[in-house]
């Protein structure tokens, strides 16, 4: 996997810092045979290359966490993927619809509708009771993204009836 391969690409950049270090000592033992120039000149070259080196360590460092948090974030959608077939979008009241579980499966919470707009985002969000409403329309809202949809309860006992408004005549419209 990827993460093998940056950890192996880690151990080589440390080996080779750990290198440049012996190679520093080497030459401050050895510091009385070269002149003065050449040997500040080679400790520069060196001083140059281990910062270098600690900058590729640190991006190393800084892609082997990023590769993590892909690798959790793909096995969580994998996850969301697998679990998602258990459930199936509903219209739970006129123009309102949530997903639910599918009739089939039974080690699920029947009564819990998921929010549709965070399921499309492979999230899933259970819509909580808001405010229960007249004739068993009740409002669901989404503690995640805040959407509120409408759930016919069925507390009234008329549960799928459409309630329609009709226009009546008043007194304004010249109908008396």
């Not at 520093?24 to 500040?40: C, F, M, Q, S, Y």
């Not at 520069?44 to 080196?53: F, K, P, Q, V």
């Not at 959790?72 to 258990?86: G, T």
């Not at 639910?100 to 999230?123: G, I, M, T, W, Y």
């Amino acid at each position: 996997m990827v993460l093998t391969e940056i950890a192996t690409g880690l151990s080589v950049v440390n080996g080779a810092v750990t290198a440049f270090k012996a190679g520093r000592e080497t030459i401050k033992a050895i510091g009385g045979k070269l002149d003065r120039e050449n040997r500040l000149k080679i400790e520069a070259m060196i001083d140059d290359m281990t910062d270098r080196l600690r900058e590729a360590q640190e991006a190393v460092l800084a892609l082997t966490d990023r590769c993590r948090e892909l690798e959790q974030e793909n096995n969580r959608l994998v996850q969301f993927k697998i679990d998602a077939q258990n459930y199936e979008l509903r219209q739970i009241a006129p123009n309102s619809f949530a997903y639910a579980v599918k009739p089939d499966v039974e080690h699920l919470q029947r009564d819990a509708h998921l929010c549709a707009n965070c399921f499309d985002q492979s999230q899933k969000s259970i819509l909580q009771l808001e405010k229960q409403g007249p004739f068993g329309m009740d409002t669901l809202k989404c503690p995640r993204c805040e959407t509120r949809v409408m759930f016919d309860s069925g507390r009234s006992g008329a549960a799928g009836v459409t309630i329609a408004t009709v226009k009546r005549s008043s007194r304004f419209d010249g109908d008396w």
